[in-house]
Nanobody
Framework: QVQLVESGGGLVQAGGSLRLSCAAS????????MGWFRQAPGKEREFVAT????????YFADSVKGRFTVSRDNAKNTVYLQMNSLKPEDTAVYYC???????????????????WGQGTQVTVSS
């Protein structure tokens, strides 16, 4: 079992930055590929970013490519989402998710992930 707790959300002006954190319980964090997803009101949950077990491989949605980065610190059982040049359309609840993985795998489909956090609200004002 893995428990995930997101933090770092808030209200920011367009063009600003936020860093989200996702802290995981358990001693096998490095066995999990991690993903970030978001859900805006009235919309389906969408993929944002993913990172492999070691952090050596990442992948981003086109909508955030070049603005967001994802990283992890396996010693601290934490994954981060650095969000720069934020836009009003980035407003959503952001979720982190975990799935047992092998090698440098990463995943973009929400259905693949076994564990989810409770989400953190990000609001970008224009």
């Amino acid at each position: 079992q893995v428990q995930l707790v997101e933090s770092g959300g808030g209200l920011v002006q367009a063009g600003g930055s936020l860093r989200l954190s996702c802290a995981a319980s358990g001693r096998t964090f490095s066995s999990y590929a991690m993903g970030w997803f978001r859900q805006a009101p009235g919309k389906e949950r969408e993929f944002v970013a993913t990172i492999s077990r070691s952090g050596g491989s990442t992948y981003f949605a086109d909508s955030v490519k070049g603005r967001f980065t994802v990283s992890r610190d396996n010693a601290k059982n934490t994954v981060y989402l650095q969000m720069n040049s934020l836009k009003p359309e980035d407003t959503a609840v952001y979720y982190c998710a975990a799935v047992l993985a092998r090698g440098s795998s990463w995943y973009t489909l929400a259905s693949v992930y076994d564990y989810w956090g409770q989400g953190t609200q990000v609001t970008v004002s224009s």
